[in-house]
C-alpha cells in the first residue's frame, strides 16, 4: 500500500484545492484507489468475509472475526455446559437450555477458541447417551472435559469416546458400553486423560490407542464392570495407568489379554491396586516392538486372577 503520490499531494496526504494559495487539486488515480482496495479486500479474504456491495458492515464483520480467532467465539472465563436428554442441540447449552447430545457439545467445543480458559462439558446424572464423543481434531487454545454424574452412561454400538488429530481433553465418572468397538480410543497424535470411569462390556478394548495416539490414567481410581478383548491395547502410542486403583464389578474376562501391546510404543502399569473378584484371561501380550512395562506391577496382575502372558515379534515385556 502506498500514499497517495500523484501531483499536487501534500506531504503524501489528500488536500482541498485553493488557487488563491497555489494548491492544485489532488489527482485520484487508479493505481492509489486499486492499492487500497485490494488491501481491504485482503482483510475480507482473511477472515472469510464474501465482499457484497452496498453492505457497510463487510470490513467491520472481517476485523471483528480476525481479532476473536478467525470467527470462533472466544471464551473469557472457565464454562461449564450443559447435555441432557430433556435438552435441545438448537439450545445455547446452558443449564437452563441444555443440549441434547455429547457429539453437539464436542462440536461447539471444535468451533471455539478455549483462550486458554477450561469448558467443562456436564453429562447428566442418571441418563444414558446412546452416541459417542469423537473430538477429530485440536482444540484451539486449551482442553475440554466431559464431566458425568451417579449413573451417566455412554452405550452406543460404536466407540464411546474418539480423541484425534492432536485433540487433547479428559472424561470422568461415567460408564462406557460399546456393542461394536471400544470404549476409549485414541489416534493420530491426540491425548485422552481419564478418571472416575466404569468400564462396561466393550466388543473390542476398554481403551485402545494407534498411530501416536495416547491414554493417560495417571493416579486414577475406576471399575471395571463388563468384559472386553482387551483391557488396554496399544497399537502404537503409549497407555499409562499409574498407580491406578481398578476394582473389578464381577469376574471379569479379557478373551485374548488384560493387556496388550501390537506396535511400538508402551502400555505403563506401575503400581497397579486390584479389587473385587478374580479375572479371567491373559495378563499380557506384546508383540511387533511394542514394550508393555509393569515396573514390578506383575504379581499385583497375577494375583487379580490373569494368567501368563506371552510375547513376540520382537515385543518386550519387564
Given at each position: ?23 492544485g ?9 486499486n ?37 470462533r ?11 441432557d ?59 475440554a ?11 452406543t454400538?460404536?466407540t ?5 488429530n492432536?485433540?487433547?481433553f479428559t472424561?470422568?465418572d ?10 476409549i480410543?485414541?489416534?493420530l497424535?491426540a ?9 462396561g ?11 501416536g ?40 474376562t ?36 511394542a ?28
Amino acid at each position: 500500500m502506498h500514499r497517495i503520490d500523484t501531483p499536487n499531494n501534500v506531504g503524501g496526504l489528500f488536500a482541498d484545492p485553493d488557487p488563491l494559495h497555489g494548491q492544485g487539486k489532488v489527482v485520484l488515480d487508479a493505481a492509489w484507489a486499486n492499492d487500497v482496495q485490494e488491501n481491504i479486500m485482503a482483510v475480507l479474504a482473511a477472515a472469510g468475509v464474501a465482499p457484497v456491495k452496498g453492505d457497510y458492515d463487510n470490513l467491520r464483520d472481517a476485523i471483528l472475526a480476525l481479532i476473536t480467532g478467525g470467527g470462533r467465539q472466544r471464551m473469557l472465563a472457565n464454562t461449564t455446559f450443559y447435555v441432557d436428554l430433556g435438552g435441545l442441540d438448537t439450545n445455547d447449552g446452558s443449564v437452563g437450555a441444555p443440549w441434547l447430545t455429547p457429539q453437539h457439545a464436542a462440536n461447539v467445543l471444535m468451533g471455539l477458541d478455549l483462550n486458554g480458559f477450561t469448558p467443562t462439558v456436564d453429562l447428566a446424572a442418571g441418563q444414558t447417551f446412546t452416541g459417542g464423543i469423537t473430538i477429530d481434531q485440536p482444540l484451539i487454545g486449551g482442553a475440554a472435559i466431559f464431566q458425568g454424574g451417579a449413573g451417566t452412561e455412554i452405550d452406543t454400538a460404536g466407540t464411546c469416546v474418539t480423541a484425534a488429530n492432536g485433540a487433547i481433553f479428559t472424561v470422568k465418572d461415567t460408564k462406557l458400553i460399546s456393542t461394536g468397538g471400544n470404549g476409549i480410543t485414541s489416534e493420530l497424535g491426540a491425548v485422552v486423560t481419564f478418571d472416575g470411569l466404569d468400564f462396561g462390556a466393550c466388543a473390542s478394548a476398554h481403551m485402545s490407542t494407534r498411530w501416536g495416539g495416547r491414554i493417560r490414567g495417571d493416579g486414577s481410581a475406576y471399575t471395571v464392570s463388563g468384559d472386553a478383548t482387551y483391557h488396554a491395547r496399544m497399537g502404537s502410542g503409549d497407555i499409562v495407568l499409574n498407580t491406578a486403583a481398578i476394582a473389578m464389578s464381577g469376574a471379569r474376562t479379557f478373551a485374548d489379554a488384560f493387556l496388550q501391546g501390537d506396535g511400538p510404543g508402551t502400555i505403563f502399569v506401575q503400581s497397579l491396586v486390584f479389587s473385587g473378584p478374580a479375572a479371567t484371561g491373559p495378563a499380557y501380550s506384546s508383540n511387533n516392538g511394542a514394550f508393555v512395562n509393569s515396573d514390578g506391577t506383575m504379581a499385583a496382575i497375577l494375583a487379580a486372577g490373569f494368567s501368563a502372558g506371552s510375547v513376540s515379534n520382537g515385543g518386550l515385556w519387564d
